[in-house]
């Protein structure tokens, strides 16, 4: 009866793709796997050395990088994330979240101890309801079975949008704009995974990861949904 009356639900209330508009079937959320399976994936997770890996040389140290699919203005990319970050379509960070997950399983970057979103600031966090960087790491977490860190670092400052910076304001803008708790010692001579939505210069990456080297032995990797 219960799974009658969820079909006759979809079938008067059908939920579209956040992507294309087209209509879900059973087993899909948010994004059809049409859609999914058009992403522009980087396959960075494959590569040594990899553009966004590239993007921190002679800044911090990193272990792995990468990043889900490409982003260019205009692109599928660019919408999903537009839908994420500005439409309050939470759970769709999940979902991507949990094709990242499958896409990067068994490779080098998901042999971690622990994952960590990229912090809000409480303000922004307020207004927007939720991090989505946090729904990303939420769907990697579901995947990967790695446990979330996110009452370690956390954004002292409120910085403003990065969207129309060039490369020096955006690092500018990202400089001592986080810090860690003081409950960082079950993270001695760990290896984390920070998580992002987007990585444009590496500049929020960098801030994140010098602070969270200040922990003896931490060892920092990065995945971000996509790259511009």
């Known amino acids: 009866m219960k799974q009658y009356l969820l079909d006759l639900l979809r079938l008067v209330y ?19 796997l049409e859609c999914v399976h058009k992403l522009p994936k980087t396959g960075y997770h494959l590569i040594n050395d990899n553009m966004a890996e590239q993007l921190l040389w002679g800044r911090v140290k990193i272990e792995y990088g ?7 203005k205009g692109n599928s990319v660019q919408k999903v ?20 997950g499958y896409e990067i ?16 600031h409480p303000v922004k966090l307020k207004k927007r309801g939720y991090n989505q960087s946090e729904q990303i790491a939420i769907g990697l977490s579901e995947v990967l079975n790695i446990p979330i860190v996110n ?27 986080f810090d860690i708790k003081e409950n960082s010692l ?6 984390i995974l920070l998580v992002d939505d987007v990585i444009t210069t590496g500049a929020t990456i960098e801030a994140c990861t010098e602070v969270l080297q200040k922990i003896k032995g931490l060892r ?9």
Do not use: M
Request: charged residues 20%; proline residues 3%.
């Open 220 to 228: 920092v990797s990065f995945a971000a949904l996509a790259i511009a």
């Open 14 to 32: 059908p939920e579209i793709c956040l992507v294309c508009g087209g209509y879900l079937v059973e087993g899909e959320k948010c994004i059809c």
């Open 66 to 72: 990468t990043a889900l699919c490409r982003f260019q």
């Open 186 to 191: 079950s993270l001695c001579e760990k290896h």
């Open 105 to 120: 399983q068994g490779s080098n970057i998901s042999q971690v101890d622990a994952i960590i979103p990229v912090p809000l």
């Open 151 to 177: 009452d370690l670092l956390y954004r002292k400052l409120a910085n403003s949008t990065q969207t129309k910076k060039n490369v020096y304001e955006r690092w500018e803008n990202s400089q001592n704009i």
């Open 81 to 100: 994330l537009h839908q994420l970050k500005y439409k309050g379509e939470k759970e769709l960070g999940i979902v991507l979240g949990q094709f990242f």
